[in-house]
């Protein structure tokens, strides 16, 4: 399998999602996954800077070596998310999916500005949902080269 062949056994993924019902579909759809996948979710804005800032609960927070992010989210939209992640250091080379049901062309255009590496529209099925969800763990945890860590 490729992904062991990359020297790794575990990928870390990080989930910024407020919809239980998503979170939910994520989680089955990784199910299946053809890599080991520990998916971490943040329910809010705040709560992933807190995981990736290691800050309170999180001070043993892994590392992501991918975000699936959410646009439309409480306490502190994904926007903002994205572009703070983007901005700093230690945390700009994680590669940021954007997951959200925004077809928005403003957000598209704002989220690959901020440094978005790709946007992918929720479908509005479930089986359309899980066909996403396998091809983002195809695509990004079986075939690309993923940073362990950041560069100082």
Not at 18 to 25: A, C, E, T, Y
Not at 55 to 77: H, M, S, T, V
Not at 101 to 109: H, P, R, V
Not at 110 to 124: F, G, M, Q
């Amino acid at each position: 399998m490729e992904a062991l062949a990359m020297g790794r056994t575990v990928f870390e993924v990080l989930l910024v999602e407020d919809s239980p019902g998503d979170v939910r579909l994520t989680r089955e759809a990784f199910k299946e996954a053809k890599v080991h996948i520990n998916l971490r979710v943040a329910s809010d804005g705040t709560e992933a800077m807190a995981f990736l800032k290691r800050e309170g609960n999180y001070a043993k927070a892994p590392r992501p070596d991918l975000i699936l992010l959410d646009l439309n989210l409480p306490k502190k939209d994904g926007r903002e998310v994205l572009e703070e992640i983007k901005q700093s250091p230690a945390l700009m080379s994680i590669p940021i999916v954007i997951l959200t049901t925004s077809k928005s062309e403003e957000d598209i255009l704002r989220s690959y500005s901020l440094h978005a590496n790709c946007y992918i529209p929720k479908p509005v099925t479930l089986d359309g949902f899980l066909t996403v969800v396998k091809g983002i763990e195809e695509f990004w945890l079986s075939i690309v080269e993923l940073p362990r860590e950041t560069l100082r």
